[in-house]
């Protein structure tokens, strides 16, 4: 069985990349999103080991000391950390793993898989995104401008990206990210590991 690629998936609070990610892993075989660890509280719907794994503070320090993670980072004052082991569990069993993470998470992690493909998502307009990040109703008017503030400086790192997805018309968007991971899994070494049989056949 051929390895699994790596991908990075970012986009500024309120792009709609969670939305995208979960629609294509429903969609999209042998695709699926790593799940991270946060010191950050449960929002209304949210799941332990589903959407987050949940941690203290001093649990998500110890294994930062262990070197359990691929990268972490801290976002708004809560801490998040991709567990390295995990990942490559997936990636073995030829599972095309996505990392939903910030700009600084991208870059620890290029820095230790440089195979890994990126794609950063926009917001069609910000007037877009201020209705968006206001549409959720948990954040005060406070918090709405600091995301905001926050927003213009992740998505300035946009040039460190390999692909750009403008999230205005959902379905087009989602079509974009399948087209991405398509081409990966067509190209010559990636297609020539998973076809030795037939190839050696071929070339008889």
Known sequence: MSTGTLFIVSAPSGAGKTSLLKALVETEER???SISHTTRPKRPGETDALD?????QDTFT????AGAFLE????????YGTSEAGIR???EQGNDVILEIDWQGAQQVRA?????VSVFILPPTPE???????NRGQDSEAVIQRRLGEAREEMSHYPEYDYIVVNDLFDQALGELRAIITAQRLRQPIQAERLQERLRSLLK
């Open 31 to 33: 695709v699926r999103v």
């Open 52 to 56: 987050y794994h949940f941690v203290a």
């Open 62 to 65: 110890g294994m930062v000391e």
């Open 72 to 79: 972490h980072a801290e976002v708004f004052g809560n801490y």
């Open 89 to 91: 569990e997936q990636m």
């Open 112 to 116: 230790r898989f440089p195979g890994t």
């Open 128 to 134: 877009a995104l201020r209705q968006r990040l206001g």
